[in-house]
């Protein structure tokens, strides 16, 4: 009020605009120096002598970092730390080159600086998610695979009797954000299929020749499912409210499924029935003593983004595949028709979901890069199918669709 009587505005205007009682307004207006004073008084003495100046160039990158944050929230895509410290540096060097302040400080976009800007911007719909909102532990990283090599030599492990397993969640009927069909459906009273979504649990060996699955949903019994037996499925099906892989439907997948199925497989190859089974440490701990003959080998925590085997690009690649087969499906049915397109994503349920066969095309070689750590291969086919996702989404008149698109798609898998 008395920022707005310094500028000279009349008071029955400063009342209309504060919604207050003219005669409120009259009476700050007569007591202004008193209540200026009053407030000096009362500022503590530390805040009086701190005085912070942020630069421009600092104001500048966070104001359009607010702006991105805000329309990623927007459409659905998830944020964590990693993408907005990479976003924010991004941002700096090109406001920094804008601005013509070539010499400015560096800027790494610290853990202390989101929290203060999250705090200046109040942002409190960011969720840190995933490992990567995490720092990841290189260290243990780096002394893990001597650990790994050593029990593998002492105990006589072969390369089909070593199993990688590891989760991921796969929202199995969103599409790319900026689809006709996506903006329609955002707008659809009471719709949620693009936030329906499974938890898929992988396992293969080093080996590659034997690979396993797991899908949780949150319907024990979907009705598009009714006529199918579960034994007859190619997936093993779980299920819970939230479609998580809780401690007692792991138990139960370890103790009466994973376990009969990896007995089976080493009589079927003439081995000895003994197990390595290397996985993320969490819910799982008493998985080492379920079994005598797999031993469970956990992973160091916070280590899964450096060294889990699926996660680095296995999973990636099973995601693609899905999305791939889906499109490709879209367009052998509809041949590009909007109408046809519409109706074909209305009628597309959870029996449409195949993720065994997404599962089943990640190659031996692209597995074989993910425990030797070569991946140049694999992002190689990786981007490829990409390209196929995109190329199949023109060919159904999705036009819109580009690289980037597909990329936000995988990305937004790791929200909620």
């Not at 920094?96 to 719909?125: C, M, Q, T, V, Y």
């Not at 409210?241 to 376990?259: E, G, H, M, P, R």
């Not at 109408?339 to 692209?366: G, H, P, Y």
């Not at 750590?373 to 490829?384: C, G, L, Q, Y």
Request: charged content about 25%.
């Amino acid at each position: 009020v008395i920022k707005q009587i310094e500028k000279g505005e009349c008071n029955c205007d400063i009342s209309r605009a504060l919604n207050m009682h003219e005669s409120s307004v009259r009476t700050i207006h007569a007591q202004a120096e008193k209540i200026k004073e009053s407030c000096k008084n009362a500022t503590p003495v530390s805040v009086k002598k701190v005085v912070h100046t942020r630069s421009n160039l600092m104001e500048n990158m966070e104001r359009r970092l607010s702006m991105w944050i805000e329309d990623q929230t927007q459409r659905k895509m998830p944020v964590n730390l990693a993408v907005i410290q990479e976003k924010a540096k991004a941002l700096y060097d090109a406001v920094k080159l804008e601005l013509n302040e070539i010499d400015a400080k560096p800027f790494n976009a610290s853990h202390g600086w989101l929290k203060h800007f999250k705090k200046r911007s109040n942002l409190h719909n960011i969720k840190i998610t995933g490992e990567a909102a995490a720092a990841a532990d290189t260290e243990a990283a780096e002394s893990f695979p001597a650990i790994f090599e050593t029990i593998i030599k002492e105990d006589g492990y072969l390369s089909k009797q070593v199993f990688n397993l590891d989760e991921t969640g796969l929202y199995w009927k969103r599409t790319p954000a900026r689809t006709y069909i996506s903006c329609e459906e955002a707008y659809a009273p009471g719709f949620k299929a693009a936030k329906d979504h499974m938890t898929v649990m992988l396992c293969t060996n080093v080996n590659k020749d034997c690979k396993l699955k797991l899908a949780v949903y949150c319907s024990a019994n979907p009705r598009a499912l009714a006529r199918y037996s579960n034994n007859r499925k190619m997936i093993l099906w779980r299920s819970n409210a939230k479609a998580w892989v809780t401690a007692s439907i792991f138990t139960d997948y370890f103790c009466n499924c994973l376990t009969a199925e990896l007995k089976d497989y080493c009589l079927q190859e003439n081995l000895a029935f003994k197990i390595l089974l290397v996985m993320n440490q969490g819910i799982l701990l008493f998985a080492l003593f379920i079994c005598q003959k797999t031993f469970v080998l956990f992973l160091p925590p916070n280590t899964t983004s450096l060294i889990q085997p699926l996660d680095q690009g296995a999973i990636a690649a099973f995601k693609v595949y899905y999305f791939r087969r889906t499109f490709a499906r879209l367009i052998r049915e509809t041949d590009g028709e909007n109408s046809l397109i519409k109706e074909f994503w209305r009628k597309f349920n959870i029996k449409d979901a195949i993720i065994a066969e997404a599962w089943a095309e990640v190659s031996s070689s692209c597995l074989n890069a993910v425990w030797c750590h070569e991946f140049r291969e694999f992002d190689t086919e990786i981007a490829e199918a990409k390209k196929q996702i995109v190329a199949l989404a023109h060919g159904t008149g999705l036009e819109e669709v580009n690289a980037t698109d597909v990329q936000e798609l995988l990305n937004s898998h790791g929200e909620e």
